[in-house]
């Protein structure tokens, strides 16, 4: 059972920075994608930001150049740094991570407003 702890959402005015952070119960040598998935009412679900297999990272179109993805090993946790936010970047914010063996993971959520 892996268990992800996120933090870091809140309410920023437009063009102003949060970094969000997701913290894992086990280390993330262990976890085969670990990252980031958005969603908004009446929307599904979906990817923003993820390092995948072999430490490749996979960006959405509309955050690249804005988001970046960085890890602690020893702390076990993946930061997801977001500047430049944009009103269309309010949603909640999921962690997922996928273990090499236990399957796929999804942390609870935090809410991230981008509003004057």
């Known amino acids: 059972q892996v268990q992800l702890v996120e933090s870091g959402g809140g309410l920023v005015q437009p063009g102003g920075s949060l970094r969000l952070s997701c913290a894992a119960s086990m280390s993330i040598f262990s976890l085969y994608a670990m990252g980031w998935y958005r969603q908004t009412p009446g929307k599904q679900r979906e990817l923003v930001a993820t390092f995948t297999s072999g430490s490749t990272t996979d960006y959405a179109d509309s955050v690249k150049g804005r988001f970046t993805l960085s890890r602690d090993n020893a702390k076990n946790t993946v930061y997801l740094q977001m500047n430049s936010l944009k009103p269309e970047d309010t949603a909640v914010y999921y962690c997922?991570?996928?273990?090499?063996?236990?399957?796929?993971?999804w942390g609870q959520g935090t809410q991230v407003t981008v509003s004057s």
């Open positions: 997922r991570c996928v273990h090499i063996i236990q399957g796929e993971y």
